[in-house]
Every structure is written in structure tokens, then in C-alpha cells.
């Protein structure tokens, strides 16, 4: 493993949390937007990540080669939940029966995933942060 292979698992972690932001933002950016066929409404999005090696030979092998561990976004995936279908027969978008399809979007659970992620990309930039501290340290003891 080289000097800068814990930066690289930070980098990797940023990444990782600035992405699940993205689609935090883009699933509140969505949540009340109407649809009259439910097979076209918004779905939430989510973001699954995982380890980049995740067999415990795999990771023995980058091991001896030096490559970072770190994590990477392994998919976005859709809600499998049907739309919300709200009575509303004025509304532009109201299908032959008066309802609108509204993406099945909580809003207060959204807000805790956005907390969530920026939290940990809180995380991963003091990780970041230490580790420029330390090899810069090690520099400084290099120099006398």
C-alpha cells in the first residue's frame, strides 16, 4: 500500500457522497411533480455503493500491489413503489378519472439522507484532511 493510498480511499469516499447528494437533491427537486399516467411519474432514485474489492483475496492482492481499496457507486436504482394517485379533477394533469400521479417521495426521509451523506462526506474530508497532515509531517522529519 503506498503513501497515498489513504487519500485516494477519501477521494474515493467524496466521490461516493457527493454523487448520493446529487440524487437526494434531484429526488426533493422532483417530489411534487405530476404526471397523468402513473407508468411515466418520477421515481425515487437511490444510490447503492460498495467496497471496489470486496473478496478478502482480492483485497490480499491489491494489497501487494498497492492499489487503493476505497468504495465506488455500484448502481442507482428506482423505487419499486407505485406513484402516489391524489383526486385532484381540475388539475391539468388528471387522468379520465381525476387523479394526478405523484412520485412516492418523502420528503423527511430525503432530508435525513441528505444529512446522512453530507455528514459522512464530513468524514471522509477530515480523513482526507489528516492524512495530508501526516505525510506532510513525515516530509518535515525527512528534511533533518
Not at 19 to 43: E, F, H
Not at 87 to 104: I, K, L, T
Not at 126 to 135: M, S, V
Request: proline share 6%.
Amino acid at each position: 500500500m503506498g503513501c497515498f493510498s489513504g487519500l485516494e480511499i477519501s477521494a474515493s469516499g467524496l466521490n461516493v457522497e457527493k454523487y448520493r447528494m446529487d440524487i437526494v437533491a434531484s429526488n426533493i427537486a422532483n417530489a411534487n411533480n405530476t404526471s397523468s399516467d402513473p407508468q411515466l411519474a418520477y421515481k425515487e432514485k437511490f444510490v447503492v455503493s460498495a467496497p471496489n474489492n470486496q473478496a478478502f483475496g482480492s483485497y490480499l492482492a491489491g494489497f501487494r500491489r498497492g492499489y487503493a481499496q476505497g468504495v465506488s457507486v455500484e448502481g442507482v436504482y428506482e423505487s419499486p413503489n407505485p406513484p402516489r394517485l391524489v383526486y385532484e379533477p381540475n388539475h391539468p394533469d388528471a387522468d379520465s378519472r381525476g387523479y394526478v400521479a405523484y412520485p412516492d417521495i418523502n420528503i423527511i426521509d430525503q432530508m435525513v439522507d441528505a444529512m446522512e451523506a453530507s455528514r459522512s462526506y464530513e468524514s471522509n474530508l477530515t480523513a482526507f484532511n489528516e492524512t495530508k497532515r501526516i505525510l506532510a509531517k513525515a516530509l518535515e522529519i525527512g528534511k533533518a
